[in-house]
């Protein structure tokens, strides 16, 4: 009964959603609160946009008292007790980096999902542990039940536990602990892993260290204490190392081996103090009239913009150089750029812009960013269902094409899924090359909002081999790529960036813009690079 309570009380709406100026706020309260160093704080910033799950050990002997000698016998805090804190800690810190809040799993009882706050954990840790250690059933639920988002989000699982894993029949089982976490992480890079040992066991801890050495994105942590004595070892009595650091580690330790290193040789500290905040770099969206004499061929043009609205837009953008600046995220850059999309077609096309989305309703005829406002203000949730929503738009054009040309931009950040949201790369390529009729009058831009490798491999790839089709990434990579080609005094604002995307797909002249030199013939006041 007191798991249902729970469950209701996480089971807020799903369109909960905090600004990123508010959760950075948070951030910053919880790292003074818990002396976090900078150091430890900006490299924590690297889990925005990660789903968080904690798996939490409740068998029986979870009630074996610590033995910390600065207690009295009979006030001994619990494996319990310790664990109660850490998860308490680890989903206030969760909540001010996803909205969404953390879910936890347990061994011998029902899950809680979408806590956002430590105070929803009471009545669950008010039930003692008992019961077995049945690690790989529950591993396995997770990885089932997150399949498919690990497409759209990365997963970060920290399992805490005090005993060897056993199977269905109570007996001990570490091979297939092992084996589920070399093989079934799919792929390991997007689920890593941190095992906190709630024992000082040394038949246990000796499998599981040898397991932090031999399996990627996986951490062993142990408790603080025995975490503090080694890395002061290591770096030195006076490394700073609270134990809102040991939590940091906790949440790190298998996403980054800067981590894993602490206790094995010496790290650099860049920010030991208080950071200053990052400075914005700011960026004329004036246009130079060679752009802008090219965009007037768009006069005509139906245009349509197709939104990612998946989850793992509300990644954030930019590099982190003080851990409590707040970053735009994928979402906040994407309404930027839809926004001066729209006020620009505007003025090019008096019926304006229509605006798809992956998870939710189009809106028709957008004339002004001021209709965005609400629409952008909904958080991203869900998958990336590419396809049938391109397809419906071709569909729902079909007729128009004959009279007007269609400009399709499409933004997205993650790999197109199928109707059982498993990763489905060839239909969208195939509809690229064969389903638009004709393809000259269905021009393509695809707004790439991530930099992950293998996207932007295969995307790449069809920007060279699919007519009509241009593949353009953020303004920044845009500008160092052309500046790179074209020289560093060629003119390319945020404005022409805008340009670009609106016209990579129209005109061959902008998808040139990185390849080779090109030559501008109505320059302005701007500078020309010259040939």
């Not at 206030?92 to 799993?105: H, Q, T």
């Not at 997150?146 to 091979?175: F, S, Y």
């Not at 995307?459 to 500046?483: A, C, F, G, T």
């Amino acid at each position: 009964m007191a798991s249902n309570q729970i469950n209701s009380v996480s089971g807020q709406p799903r369109n909960y959603h905090k600004a990123s100026a508010d959760r950075m706020i948070d951030f910053q309260k919880f790292a003074r609160r818990y002396e976090i160093s900078n150091d430890f704080a900006v490299k924590l910033r690297g889990l925005e946009g990660y789903e968080f799950v904690f798996i939490c050990d409740d068998s029986g002997s979870m009630n074996t008292p610590l033995g910390d000698a600065i207690y009295s016998h009979e006030n001994q805090p619990t494996r319990w007790d310790q664990l109660k804190k850490i998860v308490s800690i680890v989903v206030d810190l969760a909540s001010a980096l996803d909205p969404d809040g953390i879910d936890i799993y347990f061994l011998n009882r029902q899950p809680i999902l979408n806590v956002r706050s430590s105070a929803e954990l009471g009545n669950v840790f008010a039930m003692l542990p008992e019961g077995s250690t049945p690690i790989v059933p529950v591993l396995r639920q997770v990885l089932q039940e997150k399949h498919c988002q690990i497409h759209e989000r990365k997963l970060l699982i920290l399992l805490a536990t005090d005993g060897v894993p056993t199977d269905e029949d109570e007996r001990p089982d570490i091979n297939t602990l092992k084996e589920v976490l070399m093989h079934e992480r799919i792929p390991a890079d997007r689920v890593p892993v941190t095992i906190v040992a709630c024992t000082d066991d040394e038949y246990s801890m000796e499998y599981l260290n040898n397991w932090d050495k031999t399996i990627p994105n996986l951490d062993v942590v142990q408790d603080y204490r025995s975490e503090q004595k080694q890395i002061l070892d290591c770096q030195g009595k006076d490394f700073p190392f609270s134990f809102g650091d040991y939590i940091v580690k906790i949440l790190m330790g298998g996403v980054d081996s800067w981590f894993d290193d602490l206790d094995e040789k010496k790290v650099e500290l860049k920010n030991n103090g208080r950071s200053n905040a990052a400075t914005g770099e700011s960026s004329k969206d004036r246009l130079n009239k060679a752009f802008a004499a090219k965009l007037r061929g768009l006069e005509g043009y139906e245009f349509v913009f197709i939104c990612d609205d998946s989850s793992s837009m509300i990644t954030p953008i930019g590099e982190i150089t003080d851990p409590f600046a707040s970053l735009p995220t994928r979402w906040e850059e994407l309404k930027k750029i839809v926004s001066i999309v729209v006020d620009l077609a505007s003025t090019l096309d008096p019926d304006g812009v229509d605006i798809y989305f992956l998870n939710r309703e189009p809106i028709f005829n957008v004339r002004s960013s001021a209709e965005l406002v609400n629409i952008f203000k909904i958080p991203p949730r869900g998958s990336t269902p590419i396809v049938p929503v391109l397809r419906r738009v071709l569909q729902d054009k079909h007729q128009q094409i004959y009279e007007r040309k269609l400009l399709i931009l499409l933004a997205t950040d993650g790999v197109p899924t199928d109707n059982h949201e498993r990763p489905d790369i060839n239909t969208l390529k195939q509809v690229l090359r064969r389903e638009r009729f004709p393809t000259d009058r269905v021009p393509v831009t695809i707004i790439a909002c991530t930099d992950d490798e293998d996207s932007m491999e295969y995307l790449n790839n069809w920007d060279k081999i699919i007519p009509n089709l241009d593949v353009v990434q953020d303004y920044r990579s845009e500008q160092k790529q052309i500046l790179d080609c074209q020289g560093k005094d060629f003119p390319f604002s945020f404005g022409d960036y805008i340009v670009k995307i609106l016209m990579g797909g129209v005109d061959s002249w902008f998808d040139d813009l990185d390849e080779k030199k090109v030559e501008l013939k109505n320059n302005g006041r701007s500078n020309a690079a010259t040939g």
